[in-house]
């Protein structure tokens, strides 16, 4: 059993290499494999251990980054980070703990692969909006730079991600049943995914417009001094002599929090350029704080992180906040104990409208996600339906030179292919770059230095299957599925009980 509980750490650890910047699509093909062989002929109670330490594994490596806002940029101790960081993979490996504990009760004995990869499935699901979601790690998301990823228009993220777990359970069950039937039968199935890909559409959605010219700047301004006050001047002085030259661009873009402070305090700065550029009949958007004022909140007024077309007054505020980051739960009880990503003097707050309207660029509409939220592929689906393009802004500083920043980018380009659309994503030192409606980097400024990406994106109508359908046609097949297996057990528990 020992051995088995390290192979079950090992194999969950090694699933991070399936993502960016590793890419190593075969580890996403295997690791899924090994736990479902681990878990035959295990009580559950041993399912449940050797499900958390796959989860440990998995968290643990993937989501590693956690540790450089915590310690680097919330000042903490590196043994009191690493602590919280092994608590935070700790308690999100217990979904693999749940997930194995419901495969091998109540499913292991009928259809078992098929049930195991189901439920794999539904948890991935359920990570999309469990305690407001933590949508990371998808398997679907190793398939972007392979054949597969053009199924993503089809069912998003989540129909990739069966395909994934489809083929790594098929490679299973050749090591289960060792016979040249079941060996025809897995080959045959994976040559039938992989040769399907070749045959989808690439293409569905069509242009609403000529091509627009677009600047984002990259300002690669230091966590450690943003938002300190003294620092305000120069924050603005940057943004402004590096857009300076770049008016008569039909759009400029500036990251997530750009501007650390209100606009009101700065619009009076700002304005100069601003009427230059809507003089050229264009746009500068900004992501920055909005404050609004609120009779019901206990501070007479709601703080927003926001996206503002300075020029055109049309705005987005962020919907999905992260929590102890940019939010507080229970924050009179709490704030204190769990500030430590050093956000200063304010917490953001939830919007009252859940619908809001797309962001008005010109003559087009802009789908908007702030950082976290392009991780959530319903959300942005919804969202990017009647869009003309997506924009992500980001402000990643806070995971440094991690591996998250890059996991990151991988999931916003991957949202391009589900909708059908361009994307361009800001980020205060990178990765700032412009997609296009296959996923495909079409330009891309260097990371951790101060640019100027200079590209153009092509405004696209039209809806894809999966933005018509969603994940719900998949969830509906799973849930079906799992109650087939259910009544299945009832009757043969039944049967026993009367032999």
Not at 316 to 336: C, I, M, N, T
Request: aromatic share 14%.
């Amino acid at each position: 059993m020992k051995k088995k509980a390290l192979l079950a750490l090992l194999s969950g650890a090694a699933t991070t290499l399936a993502f960016a910047p590793f890419n190593l699509f075969a580890c996403a093909l295997i690791t899924p494999a090994i736990l479902y062989l681990l878990l035959k002929n295990h009580s559950v109670k041993q399912a449940c251990l050797l499900g958390w330490l796959y989860g440990l594994g998995f968290f643990g490596t993937g989501v590693s980054w956690v540790y450089v806002s915590i310690h680097t940029y919330g000042y903490t101790h590196p043994i009191v980070a690493a602590t919280l960081t092994l608590l935070f993979c700790a308690a999100l490996a217990i979904l693999f703990l749940l997930q194995a504990w419901l495969y091998q009760k109540y499913f292991s004995a009928i259809r078992s692969a098929l049930s195991f990869g189901v439920i794999w499935l539904l948890f991935e699901w359920l990570r999309s909006w469990l305690f407001t979601g933590f949508p990371w790690l998808y398997l679907g998301y190793s398939t972007l730079d392979t054949p597969l990823s053009v199924y993503a228009v089809i069912g998003g993220v989540w129909l990739n991600s069966a395909l994934v777990i489809v083929i790594s359970l098929s490679l299973a069950m050749i090591v289960v049943k060792r016979s040249t039937r079941q060996l025809v039968i897995s080959v045959s199935l994976i040559t039938l995914i992989i040769g399907t890909s070749f045959v989808i559409p690439t293409q569905w959605t069509h242009s609403s417009g000529a091509k627009i010219d677009i600047a984002i700047v990259q300002p690669d301004i230091a966590q450690q001094t943003k938002w300190q006050g003294n620092q305000l001047g120069n924050i603005v002085e940057r943004y402004y002599q590096m857009s300076k030259p770049l008016i008569g661009n039909n759009v400029i873009i500036w990251p997530e929090t750009a501007i650390p402070s209100f606009y009101q305090n700065v619009d009076g700065f700002f304005a100069p350029l601003v009427t230059a550029q809507q003089q050229q009949g264009g746009s500068i958007i900004s992501g920055l704080p909005m404050q609004e004022p609120d009779n019901n909140h206990p501070d007479g007024r709601r703080i927003h992180n926001s996206i503002l077309n300075m020029t055109q007054g049309s705005y987005y505020h962020k919907q999905r906040l992260v929590p102890f980051g940019e939010y507080v739960p229970f924050q009179a009880e709490f704030r204190d104990l769990f500030n430590f990503l050093n956000i200063p003097e304010l917490t953001f707050s939830i919007p009252e409208v859940k619908n809001q309207p797309l962001l008005s660029v010109g003559d087009y509409h802009y789908s908007t996600a702030i950082c976290y939220e392009i991780a959530y592929p319903e959300l942005v689906r919804q969202y990017s339906k009647t869009a003309d393009i997506i924009l992500t802004v980001s402000n990643d500083t806070w995971f440094s030179h991690s591996i998250g920043p890059d996991q990151h980018f991988q999931i916003a380009r991957m949202r391009a292919v589900e909708n059908g659309r361009w994307l361009i994503r800001s980020a205060n030192n990178g990765i700032t770059a412009v997609v296009d409606a296959q996923g495909k980097v079409v330009d891309i400024a260097p990371r951790y230095t101060q640019a100027v990406l200079k590209s153009s994106v092509q405004p696209l109508q039209g809806l894809t299957p999966y933005q018509r359908l969603g994940v719900w046609p998949l969830l509906a097949g799973y849930f079906a599925f799992l109650l087939w297996v259910l009544v299945r057990r009832k009757i043969e528990i039944t049967k026993k009980a009367k032999q």
